[in-house]
Structure formats: C-alpha cells, structure tokens
C-alpha cells in the first residue's frame, strides 16, 4: 500500500510557474513508475508526465517543453515543474505511483491559471 500527498498547487497568472511535490509512503518508492495526471472540469483525466525508477521522462505534445517531471528515491519525492502555464492547464493535478495499472492515487492538488 501507497500512500501519496501532492502540494504546490495554486492561482498563477498566465506565462507563470508552479512546482508541484508529490511524497509516497512506504519503502519501496523506486520500484514505482512515477506519474502526474490532470483533470479539468467536464473534461477525462490526461497524462502530464511519467518517470521510470530509472529516471526515463514521457510527456504528451502539450507538456513538452515547459513541464519537467523528476523524482527523488532518497526522499520518496516526484516533482512537476511547470513553465509557461496557460489558462488551459487549470485542472486538479494528481500523483500516481504504479508497478501495474491503475496503481496507486493522491487526492489531487488544484492548479489555476487565470490574470
């Protein structure tokens, strides 16, 4: 069992940044592939990032270049950071920690981009 606690979220404006931190329970946190995924209102859960134990990034077209995703064995830690945010990044952001699929979810951290 997994337990994961996001922070970071907030109001920006656009063209703003924001990290996220998601940290797990447990001893096990480097065998996880490690994942943020958003949800805006009306809208189906997308993915933002993924990490492999061994540090391998995956981001779909509408995160590259402005979000980086990391993590931290020692301290059980995965990061976001997201540049250049836009209006339409609002959503609740969550951590997800998986061997195999669904894996494990945090409650979600709210992200808001709006002048």
Known sequence: QVQLVESG???VQPGGSLRL????????????VM??????????????A?????????YPDSAKG??????????????L????????DTAVYYCNARVTYPGYWGQ?????VSS
């Open 9 to 11: 979220g907030g109001l």
């Open 21 to 32: 931190s998601c940290v797990a329970s447990g001893s096990r946190f480097s065998i996880y």
């Open 35 to 48: 994942g943020w995924y958003r949800q805006a209102p009306g809208k189906q859960a997308e993915l933002v």
């Open 50 to 58: 993924t990490i492999t134990s061994e540090g391998t990034t995956t």
């Open 66 to 79: 402005r979000f980086t995703i990391s993590r931290d064995n020692t301290k059980n830690t995965v990061c």
């Open 81 to 88: 950071q997201m540049n250049s945010l836009k209006s339409e």
């Open 108 to 112: 979600g951290t709210q992200v808001t």
